[in-house]
Nanobody, 125 residues
Framework: VQLQASGGGLVQAGGSLGLSCVAS????????VAWFRQAPGKEREFVAA????????FYADSVKGRFTVSRDNAKNAAYLQMNSLKPEDTAIYYC???????????????????WGQGTLVTVSS
């Protein structure tokens, strides 16, 4: 599976941005799909995920209520809608997918086998 993330850009604080992640090579409709981010000088951190086909959503506390993760299996794509953006949301955002991780590992980057290349989100104050 190859993942292609897009949609990043520059936005003012309080604004919105939507990210997309399109998979190619095979379907990932049964996979867990997730978004992570990495700010300069910091470790990669979990943002949001949909667990397997059932799509149970998980969110980091820092984005809960502001971000929404979704997927469109017909398009083999996942999305991250980001509202009420804050300067601390500035980071490179990565999409990831995995077929076999267990729910307790959903927030762990090393649990994911497939990664997109990242898209930069910059939120100005």
């Amino acid at each position: 599976v190859q993942l292609q993330a897009s949609g990043g850009g520059l936005v003012q604080a309080g604004g919105s941005l939507g990210l997309s992640c399109v998979a190619s090579g095979r379907t990932f409709s049964s996979s867990t799909v997730a978004w992570f981010r990495q700010a300069p000088g910091k470790e990669r951190e979990f943002v949001a995920a949909l667990f397997r086909r059932a799509g149970t959503p998980f969110y980091a506390d820092s984005v809960k209520g502001r971000f929404t993760v979704s997927r469109d299996n017909a398009k083999n794509a996942a999305y991250l809608q980001m509202n009420s953006l804050k300067p601390e949301d500035t980071a490179i955002y990565y999409c990831a997918a995995d077929d076999s991780l267990i729910q307790s590992s959903i927030r762990t980057p090393r649990a994911y086998d497939y990664w997109g290349q990242g898209t930069l989100v910059t939120v100005s104050s």
